[in-house]
Nanobody, 121 residues
């Protein structure tokens, strides 16, 4: 069974930094795309950043220049380095994996449980 487990959320002051991690576990041979989404209270879930197995990245405009996504394919882990955090970055952050290759099938739309990020003074 494939699971995604996020870690690294917490409370930080404006201008501070946090690093999120998401590790995929199970009998996985490779993962095409891994990404981070976030959902603030009363708002829809939005894509924050995504990265392909080849390292191609994509960011929502509001985080460009402040957030950086990376991954370690040997560990099936994706990271989100968040710098210069703003109160509007406050949300639950979710990890997502698409194109998860296992011994028996390819999985899509795998989600983690979410981790809270709060930016406040």
């Amino acid at each position: 069974q494939v699971q995604l487990v996020e870690s690294g959320g917490g409370l930080v002051q404006p201008g501070g930094s946090l690093r999120l991690s998401c590790a995929a576990s199970g009998s996985i041979s490779s993962i095409n795309t891994m990404g981070w989404y976030r959902q603030a209270p009363g708002k829809e879930r939005e894509l924050v950043a995504a990265i392909t197995s080849g390292g191609i990245t994509n960011y929502v405009d509001s985080v460009k220049g402040r957030f950086s996504i990376s991954r370690d394919n040997t560990k099936n882990t994706v990271y989100l380095q968040m710098d210069s955090l703003k109160p509007e970055d406050t949300a639950v952050y979710y990890c997502k994996a698409d194109g998860v290759y296992t011994a028996w099938r390819i999985l899509h739309g795998m989600w983690g449980q979410g981790t809270q990020v709060t930016v406040s003074s």
